[in-house]
């Protein structure tokens, strides 16, 4: 260190005043060089990073557009007219409990077994029972299954009929067209199920209507078909394991047009 310390001082003293000026030309040149290399590098790395805000910027741009378009296609997509649906559904479930409340109103005395009830014997019973729900486009009909306890049971409650034939023909064939929109018809179904065979709260109906008026699996006429909740549950597990024919409350039969 010593050495090279010696050596810089005499190399100093046996310089001439041009030498040194020389030399200290040549230092500034290299700070100018090495400043202006800075300056290089330093635009450049502001460079880089001003391109990758306007990549970023330009990805967030065209995910807005693309996010524009789907609303769009949203707007213009015929399923958007189902959730416009949803916005009567007040008015749905209001007429649903008036039609409720006005059965009620038609309803006799508690007396289940009045002195118009006939004795039927075992050929009466299996007159009238009926396991099989029909959808026929045929007939244009729906024909739900039955029990001779639920019709003795709406002919000795309901002022509105006076034989088990005016019970059958009133209350179990249906107009096919009666289902003719089958996500308000599953709401409208399921509703009526839990209000009316289930005796529960409009929450709970709602909750239930909700869950499947958009399964697109699901007839609405076999809601309707369906004696209670129980019975709608095992239908649904044998349409979830795609094994309805399993289900073995009544049997599911369609009768559909030949095609042309």
Same mark, same amino acid.
């Given at each position: 260190?010593?050495?090279e310390?010696?050596t810089?001082?005499?190399?100093?003293?046996?310089s001439?005043?041009?030498?040194?000026?020389?030399?200290?030309?040549?230092?500034?040149?290299?700070?100018?060089?090495?400043?202006e290399?800075y300056?290089?590098?330093?635009?450049?790395?502001?460079?880089?990073?001003?391109?990758?805000?306007?990549?970023?910027?330009?990805?967030?741009?065209?995910l807005?557009?693309?996010?524009?378009?789907?609303?769009?296609? !949203?707007?213009?997509?015929?399923?958007? @007219?189902?959730f416009?649906?949803?916005?009567?559904? $007040?008015? !749905?479930?209001?007429?649903?409990?008036? @039609?409720?409340?006005?059965?009620?109103?038609?309803?006799?005395?508690?007396?289940?077994?009045?002195n118009?009830?006939?004795?039927?014997? =075992?050929?009466?019973n299996?007159?009238?029972?009926?396991?099989?729900?029909?959808?026929?486009?045929?007939?244009?009909?729906?024909?739900?299954?039955? $029990?001779?306890? =639920? !019709?003795?049971?709406?002919?000795?409650?309901?002022?509105?009929?006076?034989?088990?034939e005016?019970?059958?023909?009133?209350?179990?064939?249906?107009?096919?067209s009666?289902f003719k929109?089958?996500?308000? $018809?599953?709401?409208?179904?399921?509703?009526?199920?839990?209000?009316?065979?289930?005796?529960?709260?409009?929450?709970?109906?709602?909750?239930?209507?909700? =869950?499947?008026?958009?399964?697109?699996?699901?007839?609405?006429a !076999?809601?309707?078909?369906?004696?209670?909740?129980d019975?709608?549950?095992?239908?649904? @597990?044998?349409?979830?394991?795609?094994?309805?024919e399993?289900?073995?409350a009544?049997?599911?039969?369609?009768?559909?047009?030949?095609?042309?």
């Amino acid at each position: 260190m010593k050495e090279e310390l010696l050596t810089e001082v005499l190399t100093v003293e046996n310089s001439t005043p041009e030498d040194l000026y020389n030399e200290e030309i040549d230092n500034s040149q290299n700070y100018s060089y090495e400043f202006e290399e800075y300056v290089n590098d330093n635009n450049n790395l502001e460079l880089e990073e001003s391109q990758d805000i306007i990549e970023k910027e330009s990805i967030f741009d065209t995910l807005l557009e693309d996010n524009n378009n789907d609303d769009e296609d !949203i707007i213009d997509d015929p399923t958007a @007219d189902l959730f416009k649906m949803m916005d009567s559904l $007040s008015d !749905i479930i209001s007429d649903l409990e008036n @039609d409720i409340e006005n059965e009620n109103s038609n309803v006799k005395e508690q007396d289940l077994v009045n002195n118009n009830q006939e004795e039927l014997n =075992e050929e009466d019973n299996s007159i009238f029972e009926n396991r099989t729900l029909l959808i026929s486009e045929e007939t244009q009909k729906v024909y739900l299954p039955y $029990s001779l306890g =639920e !019709i003795l049971e709406i002919l000795n409650t309901s002022t509105q009929y006076k034989s088990i034939e005016e019970v059958i023909e009133n209350e179990y064939i249906l107009p096919l067209s009666t289902f003719k929109n089958p996500v308000i $018809s599953r709401f409208k179904e399921a509703y009526s199920l839990m209000r009316v065979k289930e005796n529960s709260s409009v929450y709970a109906a709602i909750d239930l209507s909700l =869950e499947l008026m958009f399964n697109s699996s699901l007839n609405p006429a !076999i809601i309707r078909a369906c004696s209670n909740l129980d019975e709608l549950n095992s239908y649904l @597990d044998c349409l979830y394991n795609n094994q309805p024919e399993n289900f073995n409350a009544f049997k599911v039969v369609y009768k559909l047009l030949p095609k042309q």
